[in-house]
């Protein structure tokens, strides 16, 4: 390095670069800080409220988002007062059946993390074992790096991880992906956060198999299958979403449709009651057209009981 | 001699705070990054050796922070540049380029003079660093 000064461009080495935000010092031993000010000051209220109400059930999951909330607003405080108290590892791992809103909360938890601080931009990046693992010798690499890249500043969910690992074929392309992830996980924890979704059993066993995954990420949740309650609230949260509520008498057909359908293989919890929805949606649409009398608002927007009885799952 | 090729190359070397602050203003604007190393210093070397493909999609600088240290572990003692490239229509053109390593020592150029016909005399730039074969050519 030259002692040049490039054309009188740049403050003298001395003078400390005026558009940069100098930290504050640290408080004193004895201030206090106003905990409720912080928290409305993060905005992380938002993103807990909309994951309350949009969110139905899910007390663990939910839970377990307060606390890292907390821990990560509390970190903020004390670092204020000048204690260091270190990063603390978010990798995570969410088993669950499908359907049970894994990615859905792992795009709350981004945005969550975005606004406590704890990652620089907070958008989601979501792959399969298809984006990460190449399909010949040295592809592997330059991919997982080029998925790890592009996730860094926000959130990295690998759905259905336990693919990343084939314990039959052992020359499987899968565990090169394994340890570059274990590699960047362990040493650019700043960087990115890495969730791992997939089902429970499937996920303990990819666990077992990879004890080094297990040990870096700190929080494993799980999701529970919905009460046939919840699935209800979904359903109407749905449909209300959509501009459609169910006519009386539909409603009892509706709760009985999900008693049903819960109990038969296949069942993806939310995904189904996603898949029922639409189905209703076409037999209504069908039945209005078919009547070709005039309709108004409420038969537009009114899924009736014959709109879900011609289902599949009513016939024995 | 201290070469000056692309933005920023009058001013100190850019320490990597610097360089994340010029990526993010990068990434900002949508612009790819891609990365560009050569040891041959001489201004009409304009098209240096890629290393890896351009860097596209990212969303945060600390992708790109990584793949210059991995080339700068790979030459520690060659030039390496980061390029940014603005596709909009009208531009279609590297937008910022600039210089994120130099070998320490840069021994310069000379200037070679040529006679020719009717006394007239013909200037050639030779860079030192050439005298030496590819791959040699700085002190690591």
């Known amino acids: 390095m030259t002692d040049r000064l490039g054309f009188g461009m740049r403050p003298e080495a001395n003078g400390a670069a005026e558009d940069e935000p100098q930290a504050p010092p640290p408080l004193p031993p004895d201030a206090s800080v106003d905990l409720a000010r912080e928290r409305a000051e993060s905005q992380v209220d938002d993103v807990l409220d909309a994951l309350d109400t949009e969110l139905v059930g899910l007390a663990p999951v939910k839970t377990r988002i307060r606390e890292i909330a907390a821990l990560l607003l509390i970190d903020r405080v004390r670092a204020r007062f000048g204690i260091d108290s270190g990063r603390p590892n978010l990798h995570m791992s969410f088993t669950g059946s499908p359907g049970t809103g894994k990615t859905t909360v792992a795009v709350r938890l981004a945005e969550l993390l975005h606004r406590l601080g704890y990652i620089r931009r907070g958008h989601l990046v979501s792959v399969t074992r298809d984006d990460l693992v190449g399909q010949y010798v040295g592809h592997t690499a330059p991919k997982t790096k080029e998925v790890l890249k592009r996730a860094m500043g926000g959130v990295l969910f690998i759905d259905e991880a336990y693919y990343l690992y084939r314990a039959e074929n052992e020359r499987d392309y899968g565990q090169e992906a394994i340890e570059i992830l274990l590699q960047v996980m362990e040493n650019q924890r700043d960087d990115l956060v890495v969730v791992l979704a997939g089902y429970k059993d499937r996920m303990d066993s990819f666990f077992s198999s990879n004890p080094g995954m297990s040990s870096r990420i700190a929080h494993h949740i799980d999701f529970p299958d919905y009460e046939p309650v919840e699935l209800e609230a979904i359903g109407r949260l749905m449909m209300e979403r959509e501009g459609y509520r169910l006519s009386d008498d539909a409603e009892p057909v509706f709760r009985d449709y999900l008693e049903r359908r819960r109990v038969q293989p296949r069942f993806a919890n939310a995904r189904s009651v996603r898949n029922a929805i639409e189905r209703a949606r076409l037999r209504h649409a069908n039945r209005l057209l078919a009547t070709g009398a005039p309709v108004d608002r409420t038969a537009l927007t009114t899924l009736h009981a014959d709109d879900f009885l011609s289902s599949r799952v009513f016939t024995p | ?140």
Request: glycine share 6%; hydrophobic share 30%; aromatic share 12%.
């Open chain 2, 1 to 140: 001699m201290r070469i000056t090729q692309g933005t920023f190359s009058y001013l100190p070397d850019l320490t990597d705070e610097d360089i994340t602050k010029q990526v993010a203003y990068v990434l900002d604007r949508g612009w790819p990054c891609s990365i560009e190393f050569t040891d041959d210093p001489h201004p009409r070397n304009s098209y240096w050796e890629m290393w890896g493909l351009p860097m596209f999609d990212l969303k945060d600088p600390a992708g790109v922070l990584l793949e210059i240290n991995e080339c700068r572990k790979t030459y520690p003692g060659h030039y390496i540049r980061l390029n940014a490239y603005d596709a909009r229509y009208g531009r279609q053109t590297t937008a910022l380029s600039f210089i994120v390593q130099r070998p320490a020592e840069e021994p310069g150029f000379r200037l070679d003079r040529t006679e020719v016909a009717d006394r007239r005399v013909q200037y050639r730039t030779h860079p030192y660093a050439l005298d030496r074969p590819q791959g040699e050519r700085y002190a690591r």
